[in-house]
């Protein structure tokens, strides 16, 4: 039997649905999440499964429904909390950081907030420069916090699955330019474990970590590489708090270089942590500096052709590739 | 840019070198090539070459300083490089080998690790330093460095070559200086693929056996440390050695034959060790490491003492490499020209005066070995064949055990598998 293939968006909603299935305590809320089933379409016919009691439209007031969700997870339910673009974390902001991240710990470990913030990352969707961000460093530099940045259907539902079983507080953002792409997705229940990179593709002569949708990217440049006798490998940290530490460096310390690749913005963001962690890890290892590839320093602009040159593209990271390694024209 | 003199790694396992004396001082001019200090490491002494012609300068250890490999222990200015042709001003000449860096670990000095590190590099001696806040910063020893250059038309300073992390690394575990290294990276970055395998500088540097007293002292000093560190034991055993002889006899009448007993037992104990792996290994911080290779060593007696230079993986040589090769290391040895590499990574020693007519010894376990065989000489003795007195060659095969690496059932089971070997060698030496 072929292998059973799913939409990324599906693959979210049949997590969802699963872990609704499973246990009554999950429920979800957020903005356009009934009747509409989300502007991306992700969630059609929760609803009609679920009942308006467990599949809640709010009114536009993120703040006021991410704090609905704290308090119900504080006090025994597992929300899961639509932000449907990831811009619109700044409006949840204390929520997440000053009460979900913080009330295990200032209990005494008494309360837990087994809540997941479901959300989005990524450009070259023309939604311009509020509703095209990828905001995932902001809550990953957050004690307290766990982040998951699944990279495919078969992560989508995985991840997503973990995080509502996870009785920490969990940001899980999606990349809204992958809800069409398809891939095998087991239809049995399965869950990917935090904490644990995964290579995607073996390599010797360079590392690429990649996350979320680089980590595509990353693929189709090692594919170049390959052309030009370059062997890169692909790894995809699949969560960036917790983050496999160990597990990266050991791919570096194998080829000496490394190139890491994240739609977030570059300066101080997520590329800039991992990049510090291998020259930490793999210093003695490294053949060559660990190179940041990040979405451009600016706000994203409206133009297409403007917004298109702001994301990490496969040459972008071709050519630092080739350029680390030595390989002239 | 000055080329650096660096403290090489000579063994694998080698962490620090000590310098013995300087052949040339601060200010002397240098070919390229000529001896210019000796170096001491726990197993050999050599005489380290510079590694470009010029002037020394900066000269950081003095005698008897225990210096990390790796570290540059002095450096060599060029024909036209700053320093090369100035007069050495004062502050160089009067300064004694080892001020700086007896000064760097005074406690006393405020110093950042960058600017110790920066002293260190051009030889500063911290302590003349005076700065306002009593702190001594980079651009502090900077400044200190380019008013002791001043009669250099333009003195710049020294900079750190530039390489990858993996290739320093590298460079220092092979013990190659990296200013020796034409560098493909960026700027001329040496990179890992360009530090040569080999380590060229300190493989070539012709070990030189500078004085009787230091091969004995260094034979004095491991004794002394395996004696009384290493509880000793001994298994003896008395092995018929008939068939050895006549083989022996017979190999030798074919022509070019010149087969020793030594070449025939490092053969034997070869695949003795191969048989019982768990004898060949080394006693290191409390652990019993297991070697990856089968060394087999050969105490050689030379004018001034001992060596052990070792045939390595011994048991993928034949009879006749193993004799090529015994030669080889033993008249070197003799003529005091091995090279590091012919005295590292020994697993096991033999040790054989059966030439000077001994029967029997105990020998002293050659650290961080696990054991030593002392072979004794081969004699028509009496013994028992069936019931009865008859006369046949034996030879007495005494074991020395460290008692750490080795207990007496391990060590008694592997002298069991030798003397099986020897009594009954034909399938091994045919």
């Given at each position: 039997?072929?292998?059973?293939?799913?939409?990324?968006?599906?693959?979210?909603?049949?997590?969802?649905?699963?872990?609704m299935?499973?246990d009554?305590?999950?429920?979800?809320i957020?903005?356009?999440?009934?009747?509409?089933?989300?502007?991306?379409?992700?969630?059609?016919?929760?609803?009609?499964?679920?009942?308006?009691?467990?599949?809640?439209?709010?009114?536009?007031?993120?703040p006021?429904?991410?704090?609905?969700?704290?308090?119900?997870a504080?006090t025994?339910?597992r929300?899961?909390?639509?932000?449907?673009?990831g811009?619109?974390?700044?409006?949840?902001?204390?929520?997440m950081?000053?009460?979900?991240?913080?009330?295990?710990?200032?209990?005494?470990?008494?309360?837990?907030?087994?809540?997941v913030?479901?959300?989005?990352?990524?450009?070259?969707?023309?939604?311009?420069?509020?509703?095209?961000?990828?905001?995932?460093?902001?809550?990953?530099?957050?004690?307290?916090?766990?982040?998951?940045?699944p990279?495919?259907p078969?992560?989508?539902?995985?991840?997503?699955?973990?995080?509502?079983?996870?009785?920490?507080?969990?940001?899980?953002?999606?990349d809204?330019?992958?809800?069409?792409?398809?891939?095998?997705?087991?239809?049995?229940?399965?869950?990917?474990?935090?904490g644990?990179?995964?290579?995607?593709r073996?390599?010797?002569?360079?590392?690429?970590v990649a996350?979320?949708?680089?980590v595509?990217?990353?693929?189709?440049?090692?594919?170049?590489?390959d052309?030009?006798?370059i062997?890169?490998?692909?790894?995809?940290p699949?969560?960036?708090?917790?983050?496999?530490?160990?597990?990266?460096?050991?791919?570096?310390?194998?080829?000496?270089?490394?190139?890491?690749?994240?739609?977030?913005?570059?300066?101080?963001?997520?590329?800039?942590?991992?990049?510090?962690?291998?020259?930490?890890?793999?210093?003695?290892?490294?053949?060559?500096?660990?190179?940041?590839?990040?979405?451009?320093?600016?706000?994203?602009?409206?133009?297409?052709?403007?917004?298109?040159?702001?994301?990490?593209?496969?040459?972008?990271?071709?050519?630092?590739?080739?350029?680390?390694?030595?390989?002239?024209? | 840019?000055?080329?650096?003199v660096?403290?090489?790694?000579?063994?694998?396992?080698?962490?620090?070198?000590?310098?013995?004396?300087?052949?040339?001082?601060?200010?002397?001019?240098?070919?390229?090539?000529?001896?210019?200090?000796e170096?001491?490491?726990?197993?050999?002494?050599?005489?380290?070459?510079?590694?470009?012609?010029?002037?020394?300068?900066?000269?950081?250890?003095?005698?008897?300083?225990?210096?990390?490999?790796g570290?540059?222990?002095?450096?060599?200015?060029?024909a036209g490089?700053?320093?090369?042709?100035?007069p050495?001003?004062?502050?160089?000449?009067?300064?004694?080998?080892?001020?700086?860096?007896?000064?760097?670990?005074?406690?006393?000095?405020k110093?950042?690790?960058?600017?110790r590190?920066?002293?260190?590099?051009?030889?500063?001696?911290?302590?003349?330093?005076?700065?306002?806040?009593?702190?001594?910063?980079?651009?502090?020893?900077?400044?200190?460095?380019?008013?002791?250059?001043?009669?250099?038309?333009?003195?710049?300073?020294?900079?750190?070559?530039?390489?990858s992390?993996?290739?320093?690394?590298?460079?220092?575990?092979?013990g190659?200086?990296?200013?020796?290294?034409?560098?493909?990276?960026?700027?001329?970055?040496?990179?890992?693929?360009?530090?040569?395998?080999?380590?060229?500088r300190?493989?070539?540097?012709?070990?030189t056996?500078?004085?009787?007293?230091?091969v004995?002292?260094?034979?004095?000093?491991?004794?002394?440390?395996?004696?009384?560190?290493?509880?000793?034991?001994?298994?003896?055993?008395?092995?018929?050695?008939?068939?050895?002889?006549?083989?022996?006899?017979?190999?030798?009448s074919?022509a070019?034959?010149?087969?020793?007993?030594?070449?025939?037992?490092?053969r034997?104990?070869?695949?003795?060790?191969?048989?019982?792996?768990?004898?060949?290994?080394?006693?290191?911080?409390?652990?019993?490491?297991?070697?990856?290779?089968i060394?087999?060593?050969l105490?050689?007696?030379?004018?001034?003492?001992l060596?052990v230079?070792?045939?390595h993986r011994?048991?993928?040589?034949?009879?006749?490499?193993?004799?090529?090769?015994?030669?080889?290391?033993?008249?070197?040895?003799?003529?005091?020209?091995?090279?590091?590499?012919?005295i590292q990574?020994?697993?096991?020693?033999?040790?054989?005066?059966?030439?000077h007519?001994?029967?029997?010894?105990?020998?002293?376990?050659?650290?961080?070995?696990?054991?030593?065989?002392?072979?004794?000489?081969?004699?028509?003795?009496?013994v028992?064949?069936?019931?009865?007195?008859?006369?046949?060659?034996?030879m007495?095969?005494?074991?020395?055990?460290?008692?750490?690496?080795?207990?007496?059932?391990?060590?008694?089971?592997?002298l069991?598998?030798?003397?099986?070997?020897?009594?009954?060698?034909?399938?091994?030496?045919a």
């Open positions: 039997m072929a292998e059973r293939e799913l939409t990324y968006g599906e693959a979210v909603k049949e997590a969802i649905a699963e872990e299935r499973r009554p305590r999950v429920f979800l957020g903005e356009d999440v009934a009747e509409a089933g989300h502007p991306f379409k992700t969630l059609l016919g929760l609803v009609q499964e679920f009942g308006t009691e467990r599949v809640i439209d709010t009114p536009i007031s993120e006021g429904y991410a704090g609905i969700g704290v308090g119900a504080m025994g339910m929300p899961i909390v639509d932000v449907m673009f811009d619109f974390i700044t409006l949840t902001m204390d929520q950081v000053n009460q979900a991240a913080k009330a295990h710990y200032m209990s005494g470990g008494k309360i837990k907030v087994p809540i913030f479901r959300t989005t990352l990524g450009a070259t969707r023309r939604s311009a420069a509020q509703h095209s961000q990828s905001l995932h460093a902001w809550v990953s530099h957050i004690p307290g916090l766990k982040v998951a940045l990279s495919g078969y992560e989508a539902k995985g991840l997503m699955k973990t995080a509502v079983r996870d009785d920490s507080p969990v940001v899980i953002f999606e809204k330019m992958m809800y069409r792409v398809k891939g095998p997705v087991p239809a049995e229940d399965y869950t990917i474990p935090f644990i990179a995964e290579v995607k073996p390599g010797r002569d360079i590392t690429l996350t979320s949708s680089m595509a990217v990353a693929l189709g440049a090692a594919t170049m590489l052309e030009i006798g062997s890169a490998e692909v790894v995809d699949r969560t960036t708090w917790p983050l496999d530490k160990p597990g990266l460096i050991d791919s570096v310390k194998k080829t000496s270089r490394c190139i890491v690749v994240d739609e977030g913005y570059e300066r101080y963001g997520v590329t800039a942590e991992i990049a510090s962690v291998i020259a930490e890890g793999a210093f003695y290892h490294l053949d060559a500096p660990v190179k940041r590839i990040g979405a451009m320093d600016v706000p994203v602009p409206f133009s297409p052709v403007l917004e298109d040159l702001t994301v990490p593209s496969e040459k972008a990271v071709f050519e630092a590739a080739k350029a680390l390694c030595g390989k002239k024209d | 840019m000055p080329t650096s660096i403290m090489p790694a000579l063994e694998l396992a080698q962490e620090t070198g000590k310098v013995l004396r300087w052949l040339k001082s601060p200010g002397d001019r240098v070919g390229k090539g000529e001896p210019i200090v170096i001491e490491t726990d197993k050999v002494t050599v005489e380290i070459e510079a590694p470009a012609a010029g002037v020394l300068r900066d000269v950081v250890a003095g005698p008897g300083d225990v210096v990390p490999v570290r540059t222990i002095a450096l060599i200015y060029g490089e700053a320093g090369a042709a100035a050495v001003p004062d502050d160089v000449a009067g300064r004694r080998p080892g001020a700086a860096a007896a000064a760097v670990e005074a406690p006393s000095i110093a950042s690790p960058l600017a590190k920066l002293a260190e590099q051009h030889g500063v001696d911290l302590t003349q330093l005076r700065t306002a806040s009593g702190r001594i910063e980079k651009a502090d020893v900077l400044a200190h460095v380019e008013s002791r250059k001043a009669p250099a038309a333009n003195g710049a300073p020294a900079r750190i070559a530039a390489a992390p993996k290739a320093r690394r590298l460079a220092a575990e092979r190659v200086a990296l200013s020796a290294i034409r560098g493909t990276g960026p700027g001329g970055a040496v990179l890992a693929a360009d530090v040569p395998v080999e380590a060229p300190a493989a070539e540097a012709a070990p056996v500078p004085g009787v007293s230091t004995w002292r260094i034979m004095a000093e491991r004794m002394t440390a395996s004696w009384t560190t290493a509880p000793h034991f001994y298994l003896v055993r008395e092995v018929h050695v008939a068939r050895l002889v006549t083989w022996r006899e017979r190999a030798n074919r070019g034959a010149r087969l020793t007993y030594t070449d025939l037992l490092v034997l104990v070869a695949a003795a060790l191969a048989q019982d792996p768990r004898v060949n290994v080394s006693w290191r911080d409390g652990r019993i490491v297991p070697n990856t290779e060394n087999v060593g105490a050689v007696a030379i004018e001034d003492g060596v230079p070792v045939l011994a048991d993928t040589l034949s009879l006749t490499e193993i004799a090529e090769r015994r030669e080889d290391l033993v008249s070197r040895a003799q003529a005091g020209r091995l090279r590091p590499a012919d990574g020994g697993g096991f020693t033999i040790s054989n005066l059966g030439m007519g001994i029967d029997a010894f105990s020998a002293i376990v050659n650290p961080p070995q696990a054991a030593i065989l002392a072979v004794g000489r081969i004699a028509d003795r009496v028992a064949v069936n019931g009865q007195p008859a006369v046949q060659p034996t007495v095969l005494t074991l020395s055990c460290d008692h750490r690496a080795l207990d007496g059932a391990r060590g008694a089971r592997f069991g598998g030798l003397a099986d070997l020897v009594e009954e060698p034909l399938t091994l030496l």
